[in-house]
């Protein structure tokens, strides 16, 4: 079992930034043969993919955030992120990590994140 926890949520005006982490721990394995993603989920909509990275490091963005948010991985921390930046009402939502390893998903609890002035 992986078990991820996210953090670094919070309130924040919009135009402003945070930088969420995801860290893995349990049964991570070793080599960082695993991909990860972020998604988000407001209220009364549907769970949405925001970012993506590969085994080898590509990256791929939703449309509303391309530009303005950057993911990343640290294999040697165990640890992945997501830079957020120029932040909009819009992208207030709560925050999951994804992990998916040996064909198996893991999802972390959500960590919330609010856009407003």
């Known amino acids: 079992q992986v078990q991820l926890v996210e953090s670094g949520g919070g309130l924040v005006q919009p135009g402003g930034s945070l930088t969420l982490s995801c860290a893995a721990s349990g049964s991570i394995g070793v080599g960082g043969i695993y991909s990860m993603g972020w998604y988000r989920q407001a209220p009364g909509k549907q769970r949405e993919l925001v970012a993506f990275i590969t085994t080898g490091g590509t990256t791929s963005y939703a449309d509303f955030v391309k530009g303005r948010f950057t993911i990343s991985r640290d294999n040697a921390k165990n640890t992945g992120y997501l830079i957020m930046n120029d932040l909009k009402p819009e992208d207030t939502a709560l925050y999951y990590c994804?992990?998916?390893?040996?064909?198996?998903?893991?999802w972390g609890r959500g960590t919330q994140v609010t856009v407003s002035s």
């Open positions: 994804y992990r998916r390893q040996s064909d198996t998903a893991y």
